[in-house]
């Protein structure tokens, strides 16, 4: 594990309601290299964001959190609250959803790229200044000497998002996190946000764990990809292999739901039917109910092992080529 940027295995969260324990990650692993990119995708509520939150200790207080979580090789979870914030802020960038939440309204934008570089790397208030201004004009901020000074609302979207970018940045982090950094913004935008920081990546040397909906950015960026439902990895592996041929029903129906412009403004396709409540999960397969291709008694009633298909390709089914079998 050593040789990884961040792992985790086994990890499971659980998180206290009023109407009882809802099991929002159960027994996920999963890795990233320095200098690669790692996507979780599946939908909403499927565990991507919480199993990051829940390994780099930002889990809900009411999560209870077990397994293993090694950063850069020390264990996260032996350590007490103020040690793992230490660590966690020198070493990890996060890059969330919509940048307003990030961003305090009433400081510059400066002042809060700088802000992590005093705290973390000691820099005198001049010293992270400056080094605030280089970082604004590394993401794309055009006058980053004069724009300093500005506020977020002076700022667009892209913009605000190329800030954040920034503040994770200002450690030279050896993992950035971001999560779905790209929704709330224009397609332009988007493309270019995802074309800069892979272009930030190849000049630092990051890892990049890419929390996404988005099918087409995973298979433009990533390097290995993560299929989770209900908590659960359905499929690993490297991207090519993964979405070339894919060996879970699930893999393949959200391959299949992506919007194709080719199609001439046909019928999307969607899944049927509606994830599990995470406070009632069954106790087989969870997509079961919404699979297409149903196996026998087991697939409801136990839980399938994650089972190799190729070299580094796992999948979590009874049948791993019955996909390819109904498709033929």
């Not at 009433?106 to 992590?116: N, S, Y």
């Not at 979405?243 to 992506?258: D, E, I, Q």
């Not at 009632?280 to 196996?295: E, I, K, N, S």
């Amino acid at each position: 594990m050593s040789e990884h940027v961040l792992a985790i295995e086994d990890l499971t969260v659980t998180i206290g309601t009023r109407r009882g324990p809802a099991r929002a990650v159960a027994g996920v692993d999963w890795s990233v290299r320095p200098g690669e990119t790692l996507a979780l995708v599946g939908e909403s509520g499927s565990g991507k964001s919480m199993s990051v939150l829940a390994a780099t200790g930002l889990a809900p207080r009411s999560a209870r959190v077990t397994g293993r979580v090694r950063l850069l090789g020390t264990e996260l979870t032996e350590l007490p609250e103020a040690r793992r914030r230490r660590l966690r802020g020198r070493h990890v960038g996060f890059v969330f959803q919509d940048p307003m939440t990030s961003l305090n309204p009433v400081l510059t934008v400066g002042r809060q790229v700088a802000e992590a570089g005093e705290e973390h790397l000691g820099l005198t208030r001049r010293a992270a200044r400056s080094r605030a201004v280089e970082l604004l004009d590394l993401v794309g901020i055009p006058s980053a000497a004069q724009r300093v000074d500005a506020y977020p609302h002076q700022f667009s979207g892209g913009m605000r998002q190329r800030v954040v970018i920034a503040m994770a940045l200002i450690c030279e982090p050896d993992l950035l996190i971001a999560d779905e950094p790209t929704t709330a913004l224009d397609v332009t935008t988007q493309a270019q946000i995802v074309e800069l920081v892979a272009d930030l990546q190849r000049r630092l040397g990051t890892a990049v764990v890419w929390i996404t909906h988005d099918l087409g950015v995973v298979a433009g960026i990533a390097d290995t990809v993560a299929v989770m439902y209900a908590g659960r990895i359905l499929e690993q592996g490297p991207v090519d292999a993964v979405f070339g041929a894919p060996s879970h029903p699930y893999t393949s129906a959200l391959l299949a739901a992506r919007p194709d412009p080719a199609a001439g403004g046909g019928d999307l396709v969607t899944i049927a039917g509606a994830p599990p409540n995470p406070l009632d999960l069954p106790p087989g397969c969870a997509f079961w109910p919404r699979c297409p291709v149903r196996g026998d008694a087991r697939c409801e009633h136990e839980l399938p092992p994650l089972v190799p298909v190729s070299a580094g390709h796992q999948v979590r089914t009874f049948y791993p080529r019955r996909v390819d079998e109904e498709a033929q």
